[in-house]
């Protein structure tokens, strides 16, 4: 069994699954790395030109707020979690502001971390016929050098 298993998690259906199938998939007394990784400016630059023209009502600050609130009840969910008791599950929350893509901050936490495996979820919708991974998971496929699953 794998010792050290990367989830990615947002909070999203696929990602909660995600973590689900890493605590299946670790060992007795192995640990699961839930890793909230959160591109909050880059939301928030989509957000304020598609929806108001470049004059969103929020600023990034009340944004970087509203994820440090939903990092701490997604870590108390996360670590709620039934699971076999000798299984660790740590968390951490990585905001990627300056660092790069959100896929490629994992990716080196990842290998910081010594991960053996890294899990996340699919996209939530297929933009197109066939498009299953979205550019996260998508990132992963081509540039990870952990073996990784996408997890339905």
């Not at 959160?38 to 598609?50: C, G, I, M, R, T």
């Not at 990034?60 to 670590?79: C, M, P, S, T």
């Amino acid at each position: 069994m794998i010792k050290r298993i990367v989830a990615a998690v947002d909070g999203a259906h696929a990602s909660m699954a995600a973590f689900k199938d890493a605590l299946g998939l670790v060992d007795p007394e192995g640990t699961v790395l839930a890793v909230i990784v959160e591109d909050f400016e880059s939301f928030y630059h989509h957000y304020a030109v598609a929806i108001y023209g470049g004059n969103a009502e929020q600023d990034v600050q009340k944004f970087g707020q509203q994820w440090a609130v939903d990092v701490d009840r997604l870590q108390a969910e996360l670590l709620a979690y039934p699971r076999s008791p000798k299984i660790t599950v740590q968390c951490t929350a990585l905001e990627t502001a300056a660092q790069g893509r959100p896929a490629l901050v994992l990716y080196h936490w990842a290998l910081a971390a010594h991960a053996k495996l890294i899990l996340v979820g699919h996209r939530r919708e297929p933009m197109r016929p066939g498009d299953y991974l979205g550019s996260f998971p998508r990132w992963l496929v081509h540039h990870n050098v952990v073996p990784m699953m996408v997890v339905p």
